[in-house]
């Protein structure tokens, strides 16, 4: 296939721990299969919400969203086995974002 491999990804994300809409962040991700090592892949996470509110909203306002594509070797890696781990390792957010994912939150489409 001549176009690239992508990873969707659909996060939560606030100001802080305790609440906050319409704000995005950058993250960096690791991705790797058994035989590759790994890759950084930046992630601009993105909220379509048309300002930032510091209270808590309950919810409403967090939802961001990032497609990137996937490195050439990470793409014929996974065409090849089907595995590939994709890993967000939780780290001080240098703005104070608070990012939530969970494994249903990323997906691949090539």
């Known amino acids: 296939m001549p176009y690239g491999a992508f990873l969707?990804?659909?996060?939560?994300?606030?100001?802080?721990?305790?609440?906050?809409?319409?704000?995005?962040a950058s993250i960096v991700l690791e991705a790797w299969s058994a035989s590759l090592k790994k890759y950084n892949i930046l992630v601009n996470l993105d909220n379509p919400l048309p300002?930032?509110?510091?209270?808590?909203?309950?919810?409403?306002?967090?939802?961001?969203?990032?497609?990137v594509m996937l490195p050439p070797a990470l793409k014929a890696e996974f065409r090849k086995t089907?595995?590939?781990?994709?890993?967000?390792?939780w780290s001080q957010h240098p703005l104070g974002?608070?990012?939530?994912?969970h494994g249903d939150c990323m997906k691949i489409v090539y």
């Not at 974002?97 to 994912?101: D, E, S, T």
């Open 82 to 89: 089907g595995e590939l781990t994709v890993q967000y390792k």
């Open 8 to 24: 969707m990804i659909d996060a939560l994300v606030t100001q802080r721990a305790s609440g906050g809409a319409g704000y995005s």
């Open 51 to 67: 300002f930032e509110d510091p209270r808590n909203s309950q919810g409403v306002g967090y939802m961001t969203h990032a497609t």
């Open 97 to 101: 974002r608070h990012v939530a994912v």
